[in-house]
Structures are given as structure tokens and as C-alpha cells.
């Protein structure tokens, strides 16, 4: 029997379409790899047959990503995490290595911080606030707080205040978490003297959404983030836009978290080439 293909893929639920395919068969297409990335949407009572099965020597899987809601869940399924993975607590990435051991990495927050390098944002000594309190809140939370240069504070709302609770109690046991304040209402966020207003909410991906913050809010001495990439221009960005805020979506979030699971896949570095057909075949996969 012929060996099959090496494959690498996305794992969540319900999980129809991503863009990570595109780029990373783009990748491999450009590298002239013999290899092709997959969607699986699994149902989590499918975990104990699929990681069963990724430990199989004949299993041409050898690299995932994890998505929406298992970047916590598949922590269980792993043999050992990076040390940002283990502080963070949420997996986006796997490494099956040829021993078939896996290896969680969390690239969403160093993919975020990418994205900030590139938009020559230094978070030293900035005002941030931040919407959200899921696993890209906890990925994004954590960078912010582990680096050297920290921001001054950081402001951060969520609306079911328990699960913001909840991330705040447990990330502190792991992460100096002194510059973070957590708050309960919008108005308490004090956007008006804020650097860096970063929405890590799903709050704007489906037509209709209203937008946690009015429109009077934004300034335009604030860098407004917004990690929704699709669409590329959500109400928030378009309103803080409108009020002359600096905005940018999550697209180059999605990039380069995508970049550093491949080459933690593939231990290669991926020069500028490759990188710049991968990004473009993200922007076109937007396009309508
Ligand atoms: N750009 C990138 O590379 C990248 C990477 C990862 C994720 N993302 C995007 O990030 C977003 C969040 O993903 P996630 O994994 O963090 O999701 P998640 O863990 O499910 O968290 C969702 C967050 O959104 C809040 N939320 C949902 N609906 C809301 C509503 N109607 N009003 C107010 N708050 C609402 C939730 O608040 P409650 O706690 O109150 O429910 C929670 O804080 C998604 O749009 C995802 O596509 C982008």
C-alpha cells in the first residue's frame, strides 16, 4: 500500500472553513513539500480514537492547530507543553514529533506580538484595555505580562465578569499579573486615557453585531485592535476609524501565529518569499 500523504491540519468544532489551509498548502507548495494541510472537525468524544491514533507510527499526521474550543481541552492529550504553552494554559499548536510524542505550543500570543513588532507599536509604559476574557484574551494577557517592557496597566471588561474571574485567578498563579485591573462596566475602562484598545471578543464576526463600546469613546491617540479578521472591517473598527483611532484587524495575528506553528512543524525558517505568498493567500481568501 502506497504510504500516505504527510499531513498537517486544523482541529475544532464546528470547524466548516479556515484560512489556515490556504496558507500553509501555500507554504508547502512554494517549499515543493509533498505534504497537504487538512480541516478535521472532531467532536470532542472523537479525542480519545484521534490521539490514540496520532501516536501510530503509520499515521502521516505530523503537525496541528487547535481552534475554537479546545485550546484548552486537548492540554489532557499531550506529553509535554512549551514553557509560554504551560504558562498560558492553551494549546493552538502541536507537534508530533518521530517518537509520535506530542508537543503543545501556544503561537497565538508571540503571533500577536509579531504583528505589534511589525506595526512598530512598543507596549512599554502604554495605557491598554483590553474586551474579552477567552483563550485569545488569556494568549494576548499573557505576552502582555511576561514582557520585559510592560505596559503601565491594563484595563480589561468582559461581559460574564466570572469567566474574566475565572482567567485573572488562574493565569495569576503562573504570571505576574500586578498591571492588570479588571472592571465591570465599559465606562470603567477609562478608554479616554487608553494607548491600545484591544477587542478579543467574537462580538462583531456575524453581520448585526453590536459593538461594546460607543462610538464617542474612541480617540485618535488610540491604536484600536481587533483580533476578528472576517470581516476584515468590523463595527468597532469601523467606528473607531470614523473617530480617527488607528485600527488594524487580526489578519497579521493570523499570519504569524501560522508561520511560527510551521516552523515548529518543520523546524525550517521561512524567508521573506514564502512568507509574503503565504500572507497574500490570505488576503485573497478574504476577498468575497
Ligand atoms: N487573529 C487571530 O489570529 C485569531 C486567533 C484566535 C482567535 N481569533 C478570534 O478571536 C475571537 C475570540 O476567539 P476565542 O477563541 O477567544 O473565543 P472564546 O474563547 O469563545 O471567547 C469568546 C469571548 O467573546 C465574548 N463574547 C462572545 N459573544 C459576545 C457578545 N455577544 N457580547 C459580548 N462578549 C461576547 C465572550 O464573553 P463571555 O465570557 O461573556 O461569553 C468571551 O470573552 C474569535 O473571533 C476568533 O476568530 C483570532
Not at 472591517?233 to 469601523?238: H, N, P, V
Request: proline share 5%.
Amino acid at each position: 500500500m502506497a504510504a500516505q500523504k504527510t499531513t498537517y491540519g486544523i482541529i475544532g468544532y464546528p470547524l466548516k472553513s479556515s484560512l489556515s489551509p490556504l496558507m500553509h498548502n501555500t507554504a508547502f507548495k512554494e517549499l515543493g513539500v509533498d505534504a497537504v494541510y487538512k480541516i478535521f472537525s472532531l467532536k470532542e468524544d472523537q479525542f480519545p480514537d484521534f490521539f490514540s491514533d496520532l501516536r501510530e507510527k503509520t499515521n502521516p499526521i505530523f503537525g496541528l492547530n487547535v481552534t475554537v474550543p479546545y485550546k484548552e481541552k486537548v492540554i489532557s492529550y499531550l506529553d509535554t507543553l512549551s514553557p509560554f504553552a504551560e504558562k498560558v494554559m492553551a494549546v493552538n499548536t502541536i507537534v508530533i514529533n518521530k517518537e509520535r510524542r506530542l508537543i503543545g505550543y501556544n503561537t497565538d500570543g508571540p503571533g500577536f506580538l509579531s504583528h505589534l513588532t511589525e506595526l512598530k507599536f512598543d507596549t512599554k509604559g502604554k495605557r491598554v484595555v483590553m474586551l474579552g476574557a477567552g483563550g485569545t484574551a488569556r494568549a494576548i494577557l499573557a505576552v502582555l505580562c511576561l514582557l520585559p517592557n510592560r505596559p503601565e496597566g491594563i484595563k480589561i471588561y468582559n461581559r460574564t465578569p466570572e469567566n474574566l474571574d475565572r482567567l485573572i485567578e488562574d493565569l495569576s498563579t503562573r504570571i505576574d499579573l500586578s498591571i492588570v485591573e479588571t472592571v465591570n462596566s465599559v465606562d470603567d475602562l477609562n478608554i479616554e486615557l487608553a494607548d491600545f484598545l484591544i477587542n478579543t471578543t467574537s462580538l462583531g464576526m456575524k453581520e448585526g453585531d453590536q459593538c461594546l463600546i460607543n462610538e464617542e469613546l474612541f480617540h485618535s491617540n488610540l491604536l484600536v485592535y481587533d483580533v476578528i479578521y472576517n470581516p476584515p472591517e468590523t463595527k468597532f473598527l469601523k467606528m473607531a476609524r470614523k473617530r480617527g483611532a488607528k485600527t488594524v484587524n487580526g489578519l497579521g495575528m493570523l499570519f504569524y501565529q501560522g508561520v511560527l506553528a510551521f516552523q515548529h512543524w518543520s523546524n525550517i525558517q521561512l524567508d521573506e518569499r514564502v512568507k509574503a505568498k503565504m500572507r497574500e493567500s490570505l488576503t485573497k481568501g478574504l476577498k468575497p
